[in-house]
């Protein structure tokens, strides 16, 4: 139960971050979501093999992390969250694909390779997009996406599932702690009562959404979701999404924990 | 500028399932009265405001606001006449912060942001809530959360206030507080409650409704010091309008003379009480 009401706090916290005012929150939302969409692009476009190349792009997430004051904590346990997709799509790659390549002296398989590849990616895909919401804000973010002429019914229907998640938790907990104080002995819920407890979770859900819409409803809501003003973009938005785009296709381009080795390399000697 | 604010005429309304919920409700509200609805559970008030705001449509008959039917095309300029505070205010407040939700109405009516803010400080200010702003809604104490739930109704500056339950679940101080807050809005208003106490300070004005049905209506002295028409519709005389729980003394209402009780029965000084209470008057 408490864990349930402590999930509702912790789901919150992105929310809670996004209020901050740091240099990195007051960049244009769309600024921001454009060097997100560049990083992700350009994250992805590196073949399955190639492992080495991507270890510059956690720059972006730790520069991000940095500036804008983020506690590590909540961004990792979420990035953790995703693992079990990420593991359940590439856990597979060893046994199929059993061949192996050498670097660096060494010999690995290629399975275990793609593996590792699959894992980073993810790894700083997922903790770019959930920086960009911690830094940027679910309102925000959909203030960015209509000025990318994204269709109103598309950013309402993410911005609404956003706001359910709440309302559902809610439900779940007032209707675990009804469960849980009526059955002591018992180590969550009855296999049972499966059926009714997510059925009457449902209905309940459906109550109160049609009741947060008639409140919306009654403040004139029409199906355009409206954020307030979000200030033009400014030359310091400009540098920022240049500056980002720059570093990427550099890193994309150039090899660079090589040329940094060899440059250090060279500085010994 | 039409002298009632609200009229409602000959309203039916059935559910789906068959249940006659409104059966034949008339009424008309004055310009800057304060009305208060009261019935058992199930008699159809919550209803009846549904319908006042045009969140369900009547069957038969017409609510007139400022002389304009409530109708679908009609609806956006009606709501913006009428704010009405829900129950449970966690319905209400799904923004955010506190801001944003008093600001969504504003918004949503394409003012310019300047102007929403200004109706947003002005109403977080009436509520006393401006310190409130930048919370989360979900991490506010309940009265918090009614006081930003009604900020959220009048930065729409409605004319007409109505309100559900607007003291249900809030503890005695933030009742209080709210009370004092009604009481100082120049609206009209429409209040429902079970806390009949609430609509003695708040309301001039008492309408009784019973299974669908308006049973009495007149002035709230009158009509919430009626035992016998509040015993017939499931209801209970306001301890404020009861006799002395201490020293059993009587309470001259109408002439708000009261007659206090000069002996201590208990012999304890603290205990005394001042039975007076404050009247509502037109």
């Known amino acids: 139960m408490s864990n349930i009401k402590s999930s509702l706090y912790n789901l919150r916290v992105l929310d809670d971050l996004a209020r901050k005012e740091t240099s990195i929150h007051l960049v244009h939302p769309l600024t921001k979501l454009l060097t997100t969409v560049v990083f992700l692009t350009v994250v992805l476009s590196f073949g399955r093999y190639e492992i080495v190349g991507l270890l510059p792009f956690f720059f972006y997430p730790i520069v991000i992390i940095t500036v804008a004051e983020i506690p590590l904590g909540p961004i990792l346990k979420r990035v953790l969250l995703a693992m079990p997709f990420i593991i359940g799509i590439g856990i597979f790659n060893p046994v199929f694909d059993q061949q192996t390549m050498s670097a660096f002296g060494l010999i690995f398989s290629k399975g275990w390779v793609t593996f590792l590849s699959i894992l980073i990616k993810s790894c700083v895909c997922v903790g770019a997009s959930l920086l960009l919401i911690a830094t940027t804000g679910m309102d925000s973010l959909a203030a960015a996406l209509r000025m990318l002429k994204v269709p109103k019914i598309f950013v309402l229907q993410l911005l609404l599932t956003y706001r359910y998640i709440y309302v559902l938790i809610e439900e779940i907990s007032h209707m675990m702690l009804a469960y849980s104080l009526r059955a002591p002995r018992q180590r969550g819920i009855h296999p049972r009562v499966w059926g009714s407890f997510v059925g009457q979770l449902i209905l309940r859900t459906f109550d109160r959404a049609q009741r947060i819409y008639d409140s919306m409803a009654l403040r004139n809501f029409n199906g355009e979701y409206h954020t307030g003003k979000i200030d033009k973009n400014c030359w310091k938005d400009m540098v920022y999404l240049f500056g980002w785009c720059l570093f990427f296709i550099i890193a994309r381009t150039n090899n660079l924990p090589m040329l940094i080795g060899s440059f250090i390399t060279k500085v010994v000697n | ?282």
């Open chain 2, 1 to 282: 500028m039409s002298y009632h604010m609200l009229e409602v005429r000959e309203l039916n309304f059935d559910y789906p399932d068959g249940y006659e919920a409104i059966k034949n409700i008339s009424f008309t509200i004055r310009r800057g009265e304060s009305v208060g609805i009261i019935g058992a559970n199930g008699a159809g008030k919550s209803t009846l405001l549904m319908l006042l705001m045009g969140v369900l449509f009547p069957k038969n008959g017409q609510v007139l606001v400022d002389e304009v039917a409530v109708s679908k095309k009609t609806l956006p300029m009606i709501r913006q006449q009428m704010g009405m505070v829900f129950q449970d205010p966690d319905d209400q407040l799904f923004m955010t912060t506190v801001y944003d939700d008093v600001a969504f109405g504003p918004r949503n009516y394409l003012l310019s942001e300047q102007e929403v803010n200004q109706r947003v400080t002005k109403a977080l200010e009436l509520v006393g809530i401006s310190h409130l702003k930048d919370r989360a809604p979900f991490r506010l104490s309940g009265g918090e959360k009614r006081a930003a739930a009604i900020a959220s109704v009048l930065s729409m500056e409605p004319d007409i206030l109505i309100m559900d339950e607007p003291t249900s679940a809030l503890d005695p101080k933030s009742r209080r507080r709210l009370i004092s807050l009604l009481n100082s809005f120049e609206h009209t208003k429409i209040i429902t409650s079970h806390d009949l106490d609430t609509i003695v300070e708040t309301c001039s004005r008492t309408i009784v409704i019973k299974a669908g049905e308006i049973v009495a209506e007149g002035k709230t002295v009158e009509i919430l010091t009626n035992e016998e028409l509040l015993d017939h519709c499931g209801l209970e005389m306001p301890l404020s309008l009861q006799n002395c729980s201490i020293c059993g003394s009587e309470k001259d209402f109408f002439t708000e003379k009261t007659k206090y009780s000069t002996t201590n029965t208990y012999g304890i000084q603290t205990i005394e009480r001042d039975c007076r209470v404050s009247l509502v008057e037109n």
